[in-house]
C-alpha cells in the first residue's frame, strides 16, 4: 500500500470538506447536473481523443496508484547478483531452469541462459523499455487530458448556467439552482483536475520512472553477468543506478 497516496487523498478530501462545512452544509456543493457536465463531458470528449482500450487501460492503471510499488530498485540489484552467483556456481543454463514472476526478468535470464551475445541483449532489452514507455506515456496522457478537459466542462456549465439564470430572471425560484449549476461546475472541474487526474497522472509518470530504472538494472545485470561473472563486480556496476544515500549493501546467500 502506498502511503504517501493514501495521506495525500485523506488529507486533502478533509481539508477541502472542513472548509465547506465551516460555512454550510454540504447539500450547498452537491449538483447532480453539474457533476454530469464535467465528469460526463470529460469523459466524453477524453473518448473522442482516444482508442476505448487505453482510456479503459488508464483507469486500470489508475489503480495501482494506491496499491505496493514495484520491486525497489536496491532489491532488483539484489536479484541480478543472485542470478550472477547462481551463474557462476551452476553455469549459464542453470537459469533456463529458475521461476521469474516478471516477463521482462524472464525474458533477460533466458537470453543469459542462451549464451546470446551482449549486443543481441541490449537491441532486444531496449526494445522492450521503449515499447514499455509508450505505452504508459499513453495512459498517462489520458488523465494529463482529463485534467484539462475538466476546468473547459466546468465552465461550459458555468455558461449553461448563467444563460438558464438570466433566461428565468423572473422567476426568483429558478434564478438559485441555475446560480448553483453555474458556481459548481467551475468548482468541480478545478477539483477534478486537482485533486484527481493530475495527481493520478504525476504517480504514474513516478512508477514508470521506478520501472524503467528497474528495468535498466536488469539488463545492464544481464550484460554484466555475461561479461563478468563476478557478483561483486556486477553489484558495484549496478548499484551507481542508486543515488548513495539509498544503496544497500550486498547481501550474500547463506550456504546449506
Known amino acids: 500500500m502506498d502511503i504517501g497516496t493514501i495521506i495525500g487523498i485523506l488529507a486533502g478530501n478533509a481539508l477541502i470538506l472542513s472548509a465547506m462545512l465551516m460555512g454550510g452544509t454540504m447539500d450547498m456543493f452537491i449538483n447532480v447536473p453539474g457533476l454530469m457536465i ?127 439564470m438570466l433566461a428565468n430572471l423572473s422567476d426568483p425560484a429558478a434564478v438559485g439552482p441555475a446560480m448553483a449549476v453555474a458556481l459548481l461546475t467551475t468548482l468541480y472541474g478545478t477539483m477534478f483536475a486537482n485533486m484527481l487526474f493530475n495527481p493520478i497522472a504525476a504517480k504514474l509518470q513516478s512508477r514508470t520512472m521506478t520501472e524503467v530504472m528497474n528495468l535498466e538494472i536488469t539488463f545492464e545485470g544481464a550484460c554484466a553477468i555475461l561479461a563478468e561473472g563476478n557478483p561483486m563486480t556486477v553489484y558495484e556496476k549496478l548499484s551507481s543506478f542508486i543515488p548513495g544515500r539509498e544503496r544497500k549493501p550486498l547481501e550474500k546467500k547463506k550456504k546449506k
Open 38 to 164: 464535467v465528469f460526463g463531458g470529460a469523459l466524453a470528449a477524453c473518448l473522442m481523443a482516444f482508442q476505448l482500450k487505453d482510456v479503459i487501460a488508464a483507469f486500470k492503471a489508475a489503480m495501482f496508484v494506491i496499491s505496493g510499488d514495484k520491486m525497489e530498485p536496491n532489491a532488483m540489484v539484489q536479484t541480478m547478483c543472485d542470478l550472477c552467483t547462481v551463474t557462476r556456481k551452476s553455469g549459464l543454463v542453470a537459469l533456463s531452469k529458475m521461476k521469474f514472476e516478471e516477463d521482462f526478468l524472464r525474458k533477460a535470464a533466458n537470453l543469459i541462459a542462451d549464451g546470446t551475445k551482449e549486443e543481441v541483449i541490449r537491441d532486444a532489452l531496449t526494445i522492450e523499455i521503449d515499447a514499455m514507455k509508450s505505452r504508459h506515456a499513453v495512459i498517462q496522457d489520458v488523465f494529463m487530458k482529463l485534467a484539462a478537459y475538466s476546468p473547459a466542462f466546468g465552465m461550459i456549465g458555468t455558461l449553461i448556467g448563467l444563460v438558464q
